[in-house]
DNA sequence: CGGAATCTTGATTAGGTTCAAGATGAGTGG
DNA sequence: CCACTCATCTTGAACCTAATCAAGATTCCG
């Protein structure tokens, strides 16, 4: 049964914890991690709040993490895929500061902190590991930081180009993709109106850029795409 | 010679590495720091791309880190002071992803990242204090993610509040503050264009929340600049 | 098949940028 | 100490991007 694999047999483990520890480390690691069923979508990991207890690493799926301002709107500060680890975030305040839920099926292994925190008193590599993992969250959240300062159609390009580039990296199709997250979401995500999202989709198809089926999106010019994410020019 | 002052008798160290540990193994961290000779005015503390050797605590003044995007033009991602740490966000690439600049004359503690590496591992306080600060780095991205998804006159007016908040844990003046940064730099940083920074600080005069003379700002009205900085309200 | 959610497209509006020109301020050398 | 210069800041006017408002179309799901 998939809910029970280990580490060792895990696809994703080359993106997350074990990628940077031995077989028997691995083990140890293994030893702790709690494998949960799977969460359905629109199920709750933990709400803003909640004390840490664990971080979550991904397996598959997709999970968005949200915060309600005071105004009660939703506000959306990422969202995670198979190899992301969710829980940094609390360790300051020992609490999670975000509400984390699934945007489609996904499987979740939960590691306890406090026997991570034990275990890695004892494995150099995987203290070691643990902050490259926050170091790489810190980077993401300062590439996430950039998108906004850019223009709608750069940073639409730009979302789509790394959701494209880290499938590839999962060994996933680098030119299909089913989006898991409506034009709203997107839209909060990045700061723009569903309106906008929708123009921006119409206007990328026109362009030849890519195809859609409904949330079904086809890469048809991956190099323009490319290009479009990096600069700020006319490519429209 | 205040360039040689200890953790012990450092007015930061409640906010820095130290204020988890104890005296014992605040002598030990001491013993790994370098006192550096003051950062002028201009002076590179080190480059983006520069391999990670330090960490770098800053005991005063106020640095600015930020990268170069591919037009050549400069992006700031984060403006640091008294307590913080840089040098994070390097740890996974073992390079540094920005550049990091001191807008005054500023006094760093350099931290070389194996030593620290190798006393964490004899210092469980210490390994859970990295940690904690690494998180409450991403907590503050997160936060200036989201004024970047506010308007103008919020975003300002969180950034002011925010730095006339951090000076107040500090112990300094919550009413007066002399910026470091030019108005560019603050457009820079917020997302915004110089010219509309000036408008921004003229309504924000205008109103009775706070006087300028040069780039030293009074406060006058820390309440309403507290309700402008929460809210989207129009309080002007 | 029916109802609700989601998406599309158009028209209008608003917030912030850009361009432009003058004012203020800080630093430098005579 | 003053005059000169360069950088920074201020303010106005025109423009533009994306938000908002509105109304239909499509998709999803029980």
Redesign the pocket.
């Known amino acids: 049964m998939t809910t029970c694999i280990r580490c060792q047999d895990c696809i994703s483990s080359r993106f997350c914890i074990p990628s940077a520890l031995n077989n028997y480390e691995i083990n140890q690691l293994d030893s702790i991690i709690i494998r949960r069923t799977p969460l359905h979508?629109g199920q709750l990991l933990f709400e803003r709040g909640d004390k840490l207890t664990a971080l979550y690493a991904i397996r598959s799926g997709i999970i968005k993490s949200y915060t309600i301002t005071p105004r009660g709107k939703e506000q959306i500060t990422a969202f995670y895929s198979t190899g992301d680890i969710l829980g940094f975030d609390a360790i300051n305040t020992l609490r999670y500061p975000t509400s984390a839920q699934a945007l489609d099926t996904s499987m979740v292994c939960e590691i306890p902190f406090e026997s991570l925190e034990r275990l890695s008193s004892k494995i150099p590599a995987l203290r070691r590991q643990l902050l490259r993992l926050m170091s790489r969250h810190i980077n993401s959240d300062q590439e996430n930081l950039s998108i906004t300062r850019?223009?709608?159609?750069t940073?639409l390009a730009t979302f789509i180009y790394k959701l494209i580039c880290t499938r590839a990296q999962r060994g996933l199709s680098p030119t299909s993709l089913r989006?898991s997250m409506?034009?709203?979401?997107i839209?909060n995500y990045l700061?723009?109106?569903?309106?906008?999202?929708?123009?921006l989709?119409?206007s990328l198809q026109e362009s030849g850029v890519l195809m859609?089926?409904?949330?079904t999106i086809t890469i048809q010019d991956s190099d323009k795409l490319a290009r479009m994410s990096h600069n700020n020019e006319d490519f429209w």
């Open positions: 979508r850019k223009n709608a159609k940073g989006l409506s034009h709203t979401e839209g700061g723009l109106s569903l309106e906008t999202i929708s123009r989709f119409s859609m089926e409904g949330r």
